[in-house]
């Protein structure tokens, strides 16, 4: 044949092939889910809050890792099993890590410079890069561009002092130090011990953005065309409402960041991500780099304060509700922390080692009480076959990660008690423990996975475990009965749903906390007059 023929065959083969192959795919059917409404879909049967025990339901009614619905011409996936969730969102993430558009938390109140709004894209990219490297995680603390972890210390040690001194602040105590910081890592700036003017101003204006952005909560996000409707018309009271606080997301970024600038070099200004990155700026700055540098600082911000902020209280609410446990794990602290004067010492990042107990304790309230328990929703940016399932472009695939960790058969059974033993295995014949490497640690699903994985986990977990064994080590700390029983069943089953919504956390709860011996009343003493 004539090297025209072949070309003339080739030409007519492949657009056949790649007709046949799109025809191919769309023979191929959604994952399983409940049968929806014409037009509407499944909208009614989607959850607007405490939505992972209703997916999980689904997943167990169709007996897969993976099911799906649809809502007015949107298809929601939800992926139920750790493995599908490393196979689509860690494998292919090429194809999975687009996010949804927020119409109202993004476009119209003018928050769509914060990272986790971003779509996949090359300013996606670059912003992240700017992050991550600054939180990359590094095992040299004295590394002089590395001030997070002494920060920490200093922080979490201030949380322990004021907890003592006005112990029923607890609540707000901890929120402050998470802010502050946040804050102080992110613009150097000094902290005030209480009450810092810039904590209460970046904390109050961050909370909206989560708020905001509960699914369900506006309809512009169902029917986007009604974000053209002018603010005066009937109905448009949301468009009203973006507009009169749409400087809050503008002040978040420039406020804190012309602080910062001004402070530079003056004495209390520290090194931090905004100083770190600026110098990092190898030609001329430009107005480009400032303005990155600025969403960036304020991403961190917004990302850490509540997370961090609920999973350190809803560490304290585990160990406050169940007494038998905090006790263990203090006879673990007092052993390793005791010197052989009897002088109790506070506990450094280097004994997690030797404190198994505690470390599972702070593994078992991620898995047990997840911040973000159905994660942070990824979109698809291309068709996909999994499993003989179509997952089309533009679907919004939801981690089930509550569900992926109340799995039994990793997890063992009663996957809904607090139990931190799940995570140790006996050593030798005594009372000894260590963590048990084969059951799979929370965080790997916690923070969220593949290309958008939580680019905080380092610096979370570094605060968690260091504020949780600080306070164990020096307080008793208790809840009343009538008040564990708001959301623990007799059965020792949590509640999921501590509070609907994206993030998850107990309500207000009160804990009696208390000096627990006269050698934590004279170790925090010290610290009183170093700090
Ligand atoms: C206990 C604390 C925290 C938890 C449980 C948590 C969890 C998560 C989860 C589930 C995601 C979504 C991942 C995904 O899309 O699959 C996420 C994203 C993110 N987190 Fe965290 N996080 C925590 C603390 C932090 C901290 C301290 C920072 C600050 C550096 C941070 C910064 C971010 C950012 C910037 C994103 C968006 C990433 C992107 O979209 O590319 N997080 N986090």
Redesign the pocket.
Known sequence: MSLSGVLAILLLLIPTYFLFAKWRKHTYPLPPGPKGWPIIGNALDIPLESMSPVYASWAKRYDSGIVSASALGKTIVVIDSYEVAIEL?DRRSAKYSD?PISIMAGELMGWNYM??L?PYSER?KGH?KR?VQF?RPTTDSTDGNFVHTPRVYEFVHRLVLDISETPNEFFELVRHMVGGL?LSLTYGLPIQRRNDPLVTFADSMARILPDESIPGKHLVEAFPFLKYLPSWFPGAGFKRYASSVRWMSSDFKTRPYEQAIEAFGTEGAQPCFVSDSLSSIDTQETSADIAEIQDVAA??FA??AD??TH?ILSFIFALATHPEVRKKIQAELDSVLTDESGALRLPTLEDQERLPRLTAAVMESQRWA???PI??P?VTTEDDIFEGYFIPKGAVIV?N?WSMLNNEKEYGPTPYCFNPDRFLKSIGSGADVQINPFIRHPNTI????????????Q??ETT?WLAAASLVTLFEFETPLSEKANYIGSDGKVDPAFNPGFICHPLRYTCDFKVRSPKAASLLAEMGLVL
């Open positions: 969102l996010r990272l986790p971003m996606w992240r992050l939180f946040s991403a961190i990302t850490t997370t961090t999973s997840p911040v973000a994660g942070v990824h981690p990660q916690a923070f969220g996975f593949g290309r958008r994985v939580c680019p905080g986990l610096i979370a968690l």
